[in-house]
């Protein structure tokens, strides 16, 4: 599986944008995905992510109620959808995939992710 990032931007505080992360190569039925970012001098960290299965989502608490993610599986594509931005979510988001067939819940540890798209940077500022 390949997958592609984009969606990315400059955007105000306050501000909403949706990036896509679509796959390639092979169906992303039975992968949880996931959305990780990264800012300058920081390390990559967890977002969000998406069981294959049910379609349980999970979020970091910095932005629960401002973010969502969704899938689309006839599409081989995953979404998030980011509202109220704030100058904090400035980074480069990174959307990775784990082949998951026993159905378990996504890890929020990016070494535990085998499939990385090349990243979409988003740009908080006024």
């Known amino acids: 599986v390949q997958l592609q990032a984009s969606g990315g931007g400059l955007v105000q505080p306050g501000g909403s944008l949706r990036l896509s992360c679509a796959a390639s190569g092979r169906s992303i039925r039975v992968y949880n995905m996931a959305w990780f970012r990264q800012a300058p001098g920081k390390e990559r960290e967890f977002v969000t992510a998406?069981?294959?299965?049910?379609?349980?989502?999970y979020y970091t608490d910095s932005v629960k109620g401002r973010f969502t993610i969704s899938r689309d599986n006839a599409k081989n594509t995953v979404y998030l959808q980011m509202n109220s931005l704030k100058l904090d979510d400035t980074a480069v988001y990174y959307c990775?995939?784990?082949?998951?067939?026993?159905?378990?819940?996504?890890?929020?540890?990016?070494?535990?992710?085998?499939?990385w798209g090349q990243g979409t940077l988003v740009t908080v500022s006024s």
């Open positions: 998406i069981t294959w299965r049910g379609g349980s989502t």
């Open positions: 990775a995939g784990r082949f998951a067939p026993d159905g378990s819940t996504p890890s929020r540890v990016p070494t535990t992710y085998d499939r």
